[in-house]
């Protein structure tokens, strides 16, 4: 296929690409990098198709990009109401990035009671989490505490998607399970 075929298409779609991602993430670098990724997954993977594909092709990557955008960040305000930011507070307030921290809950508003139980449900998943095989563990904690994907991930742990795919979904079941009987036992 010819590659200037290819950059046409490119620079016809992204202005638009932008608005789409823009609206759904609200936050313009997010948003930025997200068609740049989508951009680069088609000019590597599907090149060598028909230009007719494109189109569909480049909104099945971008969407396929927010959604995982939401799904992460979904889980991650989850673990975070939790057990708040484990990472430690950023120093570059001027280039405006989130630290997470209007994600957690003022525990002072809290009752004493509302306190007791979730440093309670804390502890509890702590343990569980360090109950996990070291594989599981090193899996759930890049892909929802440090907010990696899936390719990252695998980079990181030195092993294939399918792992981590795999790592993930044990450790989350197993929390799930250890939560389950946490709450069967607050409920005897």
């Known amino acids: 296929m010819e590659p200037k075929a290819l950059?046409?298409?490119?620079?016809?779609?992204?202005?638009?690409?932008?608005?789409?991602?823009?609206?759904?993430?609200?936050?313009?670098?997010?948003?930025?990098?997200?068609?740049?990724?989508?951009?680069?997954?088609?000019?590597?993977?599907?090149?060598?198709h028909s230009p007719d594909e494109w189109p569909m092709l480049f909104q099945r990557i971008l969407q396929n990009a927010i959604l995982d955008h939401h799904r992460r960040q979904k889980v991650r305000r989850a673990w975070v109401s939790l057990f708040g930011d484990l990472r430690p507070p950023s120093h570059d307030e001027?280039?405006?990035?989130?630290?997470?921290?209007?994600?957690v809950p003022d525990e002072a508003a809290e009752g004493p009671e509302d306190q007791v139980a979730r440093q309670n449900l804390r502890r509890h998943l702590e343990g569980a989490i360090s109950a996990l095989p070291i594989r599981q563990q090193q899996a759930f904690l890049l892909r929802y505490w440090e907010g990696l994907d899936i390719a990252q991930t695998a980079q990181a742990m030195n092993c294939s998607e399918g792992s981590v795919k795999t790592h993930c979904f044990r450790a989350v079941k197993a929390l799930s399970e250890s939560l389950a009987f946490l709450r069967s036992e607050l409920e005897d």
């Open 94 to 103: 001027d280039e405006g990035q989130e630290d997470g921290s209007d994600l």
């Open 7 to 48: 950059d046409r298409f490119l620079a016809e779609v992204e202005r638009r690409a932008f608005k789409i991602a823009m609206l759904s993430v609200q936050n313009e670098d997010i948003a930025l990098e997200m068609v740049q990724e989508a951009m680069m997954r088609l000019a590597e993977k599907y090149a060598d």
